[in-house]
């Protein structure tokens, strides 16, 4: 098992930038894939990267070029960089990892991105 807790959220101006942080209660060196997604009011949950044991990342096509996502096993911590940030990208972002065949979740940081 494994809780995930995110921080970084609040409210920013269009166009800004906001940094993310997951940590989790355990190592992460060997969780295979951790990530972000996000839901807006109203919208179901959606996919918005994530990064493999290796490396490797993957990006939701809204967010390809404007957000990075990076991990420090050291730190048992995710990260989200959130660059050029518009109105669409108001959500609750959640961390999530999947260990073991199963999905975790945090309770989720809310980013209110205003016009």
């Known amino acids: 098992q494994v809780q995930l807790v995110e921080s970084g959220g609040g409210l920013v101006q269009a166009g800004g930038s906001l940094r993310l942080s997951c940590t989790a209660s355990r190592s992460i060196f060997s969780i295979s894939t951790m990530g972000w997604f996000r839901q807006a009011p109203g919208k179901q949950r959606e996919l918005v990267a994530t990064i493999t044991s290796g490396g490797s990342r993957n990006y939701a096509d809204s967010t390809k070029g404007r957000f990075t996502i990076s991990r420090d096993n050291a730190k048992n911590t995710v990260y989200l960089q959130m660059n050029s940030l518009n109105s669409e990208d108001t959500a609750v972002y959640y961390c999530?990892?999947?260990?073991?065949?199963?999905?975790?979740w945090g309770e989720g940081t809310l980013v209110t991105v205003s016009s």
């Open positions: 999530n990892a999947q260990l073991a065949m199963m999905n975790y």
